[in-house]
């Protein structure tokens, strides 16, 4: 039996591998996984090509447990070599890591070939181990930095469009007077939005001179309408890259990353880094 010194000892070197990607072993964990996933991924998008279903579909089975079982053996060290695994369980990605490995655990209770449309759909479930990519592209979290900041201000141009619409789609209901597929307001709002949005399905187009200069300015507004959500996120993608520099150590307790360069302690529990 290991002693409590060596117990707590080990705990911590495999935070520092499973946690942390500064270290030599921690790089290899992280690059070990990534195959897994990308491989993982790959065997599920294969499999759903019904030849190669028909031809492979046992190897893909046994392939997709090997990779379940390894996956689901990380998922229980990530529980152990964390103080408070509560927090983990329930944040984000450890969601996405539960989602991962429980549709195939899923698959043995739903046996039966009157199942096999329910086991296909626990397989498409599968395709959420892509968001377990989230653990090794920081930039991610730096891009949701910057939607977030951009939030409020995307919501409220929405809004805007959104009354532009109704009333050029009102406008158009009334210039095509309820013909040429204006035959209500809303499906004239639909024109409106599938329009300014430069979509364009063709499947409702005004005839009347008025509707087609209405269309043609429509049409214009949308280019500009384009660009400004481009330049909200942009310009908090600029904000937050001034506030990246941060120290991305995880904290052994709580598991928040993000701290700043010369924090010693963690910002959410206290603890030591």
């Known amino acids: 039996m290991m002693i409590p010194g060596k117990r707590e000892k080990f705990r911590n070197r495999l935070h520092e591998i499973i946690y942390e990607s500064n270290t030599l072993a921690g790089k290899i964990f992280d690059v070990s996984l990534l195959i897994l996933i990308l491989a993982s991924i790959l065997i599920v998008m294969i499999d759903s090509v019904e030849?190669?279903?028909?031809?492979?579909?046992?190897l893909f089975l046994i392939l997709e447990w090997?990779?379940?079982?390894?996956f689901t053996i990380?998922?229980?060290?990530?529980?152990?070599t964390i103080k408070k695994p509560v927090r983990y369980i329930f944040s984000f990605l450890g969601i996405i890591d539960l989602l991962a490995i429980i549709p195939s655990y899923l698959s043995i209770i739903f046996g039966g070939a009157q199942s096999l449309l329910v086991l296909r759909a626990l397989r498409l479930l599968r395709v959420f181990r892509i968001f377990?990519?989230?653990h090794f592209l920081s930039e991610m979290q730096f891009l949701g930095v910057a939607i977030k900041g951009s939030l409020r201000k995307i919501s409220i141009f929405?809004?805007?469009v959104l009354m532009l619409v109704i009333i050029l789609g009102s406008i158009m209901y009334l210039v095509e007077k309820g013909e040429h597929g204006f035959s209500s307001i809303p499906d004239s709002i639909y024109w409106a939005i599938v329009t300014i949005t430069t979509v364009g399905y063709g499947d409702i187009s005004p005839v009347t001179a008025t509707g087609k200069f209405v269309a043609s300015i429509i049409m214009l507004m949308g280019y500009g309408i384009i660009a400004v959500p481009t330049g909200i996120v942009t310009t908090e993608m600029a904000l937050a890259a001034r506030k990246r520099d941060e120290k991305h150590e995880v904290c052994p307790k709580c598991g928040k990353e993000g701290h700043d360069k010369d924090a010693l302690y963690c910002k959410r529990c206290g603890e030591l880094l």
């Open 51 to 58: 030849k190669y279903h028909r031809t492979y579909g046992d």
């Open 66 to 70: 090997i990779f379940t079982i390894i």
């Open 74 to 80: 990380e998922y229980i060290l990530r529980l152990i």
């Open 132 to 134: 377990k990519l989230s």
């Open 158 to 160: 929405m809004m805007v």
